[in-house]
């Protein structure tokens, strides 16, 4: 299984940029797929990112050119940068992992499909 820890988060204007950054332990060498969530207040969690052990990614058409999904996969280190931040990126975001040595199905990334989770860092974008 994986373990999952996230750093980075926290207030921002709109317009401004965060970093945040999960680091993996435990069995890493099965991870094949990793994402980024997010869940708003009263909204459903939903994907915002995703990248397979090679370096495909898929973004949420809500954060597409504002978003960047990126790992070093041998450090076991997942990002996700984001620019031009709105209020409506205003979330908690989560970093997540699918089981052992299962990839990445496409651009539909579910949240069940997803095994492992970091606690979660809360992200605010003030007008």
């Known amino acids: 299984q994986v373990q999952l820890v996230e750093s980075g988060g926290g207030s921002v204007q709109a317009g401004g940029s965060l970093r945040l950054s999960c680091a993996a332990s435990?069995?890493?060498?099965?991870?094949?797929?990793m994402a980024w969530f997010r869940q708003a207040p009263g909204k459903e969690r939903e994907g915002v990112a995703q990248?397979?052990?090679?370096?495909?990614?898929n973004y949420a058409d809500s954060v597409k050119g504002r978003f960047t999904i990126s790992q070093a996969y041998a450090k076991n280190t997942l990002y996700l940068e984001m620019n031009s931040l709105k209020p409506e990126d205003t979330a908690i975001y989560y970093c997540?992992?699918?089981?052992?040595?299962?990839?990445?199905?496409?651009?539909?990334?579910?949240?069940?499909?997803?095994?492992?989770w970091g606690q979660g860092t809360q992200v605010i974008v003030s007008s």
């Open positions: 435990g069995s890493t060498y099965g991870r094949f797929c």
């Open positions: 990248i397979d052990r090679f370096g495909t990614a």
């Open positions: 997540a992992s699918r089981r052992d040595f299962q990839y990445c199905t496409g651009a539909d990334f579910p949240p069940q499909d997803f095994d492992y």
